[in-house]
């Protein structure tokens, strides 16, 4: 048994955020609720890797309130976030490319994690990871620098896996990298849904968050300039032609 869909996991409120002396965020509000793939949209310079980054407390310069299973997060450092089950995906992968990929997913490996209810979250080993990434699999003793940077980004989010978060912040994943390694991506979240795993990703592309969210939230210069389901914001040519044609 799992926990009910419908529960709100992460909330912000009144979210603004700078570097130095800019500021890059202007009072976000958004929510990611139990069950749900939220795609974060916009440009390039629109805020959506420095929201994730304010999230899940990366900037130390941030305002608003962010809560996570009902808990104030809002100045909490990265790895308290992590400890309560919120999981961060760098667009930067930062693997450790001098130690293999099963060195890599044991670094992230957390206890297992139950729901308020009692009910097991999931809960993720190597063995089910390598069925969702069996590249990995194939190449468990290979160094991280040794791998394509499609590959990486897979070792990223398995690492992050490790941890049985219950959220997983995901940025950008699409970028950067071949078709195919796209859409096992796609493939992946999808099966990450379906196990239980709720995600807020960063993204630019909109075939690809089409085919993965369930909602979206538009952001220009900082601000949310609009939130739909998937399906209105695919369907909103004069939205999509505003914020988020090249």
């Avoid at 869909?5 to 202007?26: F, K, M, P, S, V």
């Avoid at 304010?54 to 100045?75: C, N, P, Y």
Wanted: charged share 20%.
């Amino acid at each position: 048994m799992m926990a009910a869909t419908g529960t709100t996991l992460l909330e912000a409120r009144g979210l603004a955020a700078w570097y130095g002396a800019a500021q890059i965020l202007y009072d976000v509000d958004l929510k990611v609720q139990r069950g749900e793939v939220v795609a974060l949209m916009g440009r390039n310079g629109a805020g959506k890797s420095t929201t994730l980054k304010a999230l899940i407390g990366m900037l130390s310069k941030r305002r608003g309130t962010v809560t996570f299973l009902g808990q104030d997060i809002s100045r909490s450092e990265p790895h308290q976030a992590a400890r309560l089950g919120l999981g961060y995906v760098p667009e930067d992968r930062r693997i450790f490319t001098d130690l293999t990929v099963m060195e890599n997913l044991a670094v992230g490996r957390q206890r297992a994690r139950q729901w308020a209810d009692g009910s097991a979250a999931p809960l993720w080993t190597c063995e089910r990871l390598f069925e969702l990434f069996p590249n990995l699999g194939e190449m468990c003793n290979r160094m991280g620098g040794r791998m394509s940077g499609g590959e990486q980004q897979m070792l990223t989010i398995a690492r992050t896996l490790m941890g049985n978060p219950y959220l997983v912040l995901l940025d950008e994943p699409s970028e950067g990298v071949a078709p195919v390694i796209v859409e096992q991506m796609a493939h992946m979240i999808l099966a990450l849904k379906a196990q239980g795993v709720s995600i807020l990703l960063s993204e630019q592309n909109m075939h690809f968050a089409e085919l993965v969210s369930d909602r979206a939230y538009v952001l220009e210069k900082g601000q949310i300039r609009y939130q739909a389901s998937m399906k209105e914001l695919s369907h909103n040519e004069e939205v999509r032609r505003a914020y988020l044609s090249v």
